[in-house]
């Protein structure tokens, strides 16, 4: 069980120096697209924006939010393999460690009981047959 143990943790260590790689490059370059984007049509905008509006009209306020729903969206999918390969982690040692429980197993995104509609991930031992 520790040699099991063991070994899935450098792999994971491995995988997660790889996933951590990727991260640290796609973050950056996917919201700097998004802020040159905005960047470039807000400046488009104040071609035909009043004087006085500049940066600040009706078209530049959507474009902003627009533009900080596009970031928050980039950003998750350009921290997607980091959290992917989180997951795949507890997915695959979570049992190893705790393998002396009978019949435990682990679900992420379980529906637990009525009180709590969170979908949350946690571990469920099985009803008794």
Avoid: C
């Amino acid at each position: 069980m520790i040699a099991g143990l063991r070994k899935n943790i450098e792999a994971y260590e491995a995988e997660r120096a790889s996933a951590h790689r990727r991260t640290r490059w796609r973050v950056p370059l996917f919201i700097g697209l998004v802020l040159a984007f905005v960047v470039f049509v807000a400046w488009l905008f104040n071609g035909v924006a009043d004087p006085n509006e500049q940066w600040v009209s009706t078209p530049h306020v959507f474009l902003y939010v627009g533009g900080l729903l596009a970031a928050i969206l980039l950003y998750f999918r350009a921290i997607k393999p980091a959290s992917k390969l989180q997951q795949s982690f507890r997915s695959t040692l979570l049992p190893i460690i705790f393998g002396f429980i009978e019949d435990m197993r682990y679900l992420r995104f379980h529906r637990g009981h009525a009180v709590s509609e969170q979908r949350q991930a946690e571990f469920v031992r099985p009803a008794a047959a």
